[in-house]
């Protein structure tokens, strides 16, 4: 049976059934398949994860385990980045090749490398501008950062990584995320006149010579669909609603909103802050629904609200549902392994160059 009929025929299937197909087909595979939840997975496919986490975190758990295949309950670049760091052993799967990330298609390799040489008539960058990519980005750039000296960050070591590469070169092409690498940039103390944004749609990416001259931080024009929804009324409006009510944002959202938040952290971090908080504190929380949600049952004595009146919900992320990941075990059951996530060997060497990077700094 081919996968998507597999998949018709389990969208006819009530989902109680297909809850009981999926406890079975995972006892009965037992150590040979490691489920990966990342945090905004929809609850009844992230109840099922045997490591849950972040983007990096999992990558990470997956290469630590022998299982020989890891499914990878979240988006496109997440497995990708679980299939550099695993051996040559190990099977990825991606349960809905679908599931991609907005941001992460907001710059794509010919853009970068267009970029690079637009800077090159003005500045020689191979000199001068450490590329660093956020996570949430393809492994082609992830592998353009390690040929080029660069580096991966994270939400939660952009910091050390911008201070790492400053160490190194003089300038940084900070992609995709212009939030991330802006707000991360503003703690630091970095002046905005020492700030230019890039548009890969413009020459120069809309700047002028001079500016890319005297810049040291170089943002690209891209955000996360999902946590540029927040604004900072909805922060207005929540403190004026709940007296004494602490504001949680993720370094994703605009720097509007993270200036008005009273924490910004990565998911890891909001979690973390969440539980260490005393009973009674009351948050609301600019980041995806499934995990603000997920925090609310968690911690019944915090009162948590979504910052936004809006629903923002991650769609690709929702589109791992309990059909697609029980159509990834039984196709691992019967042997026909589909939707497997393959890094191509040149580019996969590059990019796991730049992770290491990332990961021996700590």
């Given at each position: ?98 599931a991609g990330c907005s941001m992460a ?62 160490g190194n070169r003089e300038k940084i ?79 994703e959202c605009s720097r509007e909103v ?105």
């Amino acid at each position: 049976m081919t996968t998507q009929a597999l998949l018709k025929q389990l969208y006819d299937t009530p989902e109680t059934d297909i809850i009981e197909q999926i406890k079975a087909l995972k006892a009965e595979l037992g150590d040979q398949v490691l489920i990966l939840g990342h945090h905004y997975q929809r609850e009844e496919v992230f109840a099922f994860a045997d490591v849950s986490g972040d983007s990096l975190k999992l990558a990470q758990k997956a290469a630590e385990t022998d299982a020989p295949y890891i499914i990878f309950c979240g988006v496109h670049f997440m497995a990708e980045t679980a299939d550099i760091l695993t051996s040559d052993a190990q099977t990825v799967i991606l349960p809905d090749l679908a599931a991609g990330c907005s941001m992460a298609d907001m710059a794509n390799d010919e853009q970068v490398s267009r970029c690079w040489d637009e800077l090159s008539s003005v500045i020689n960058p191979d000199e001068c501008v450490t590329p660093v990519t956020y996570i949430n980005s393809t492994a082609s750039l992830k592998s353009f950062c390690g040929e080029h000296g660069g580096i991966v960050c994270t939400s939660g070591n952009a910091r050390r990584i911008l201070e790492w590469s400053w160490g190194n070169r003089e300038k940084i092409l900070f992609f995709p995320d212009q939030h991330l690498g802006e707000n991360t940039a503003v703690v630091m103390g970095v002046p905005d006149s020492q700030m230019i944004v890039w548009d890969p749609e413009l020459p120069l990416g809309g700047n002028s010579p001079e500016a890319i001259e005297n810049a040291r931080l170089i943002l690209w024009k891209g955000f996360c669909s999902v946590h540029q929804l927040f604004k900072p009324e909805h922060a207005d409006t929540m403190r004026k609603n709940h007296d004494g009510i602490e504001i949680l944002a993720h370094p994703e959202c605009s720097r509007e909103v993270c200036e008005t938040a009273d924490f910004v952290g990565s998911t890891e971090m909001i979690i973390k802050h969440v539980a260490e908080a005393p009973a009674g504190t009351s948050f609301a929380i600019a980041t995806e629904l499934n995990l603000v949600n997920r925090l609310r049952l968690q911690f019944p004595d915090k009162p948590t609200w979504f910052l936004s009146p809006m629903v923002c919900m991650c769609s690709t992320m929702f589109r791992t549902d309990p059909q697609h990941l029980c159509a990834a075990l039984s196709s691992i059951k019967n042997g026909e392994i589909t939707n497997q996530i393959r890094v191509p060997r040149q580019q996969q060497r590059w990019a796991k160059l730049s992770l290491e990077r990332m990961l021996n700094l700590g």
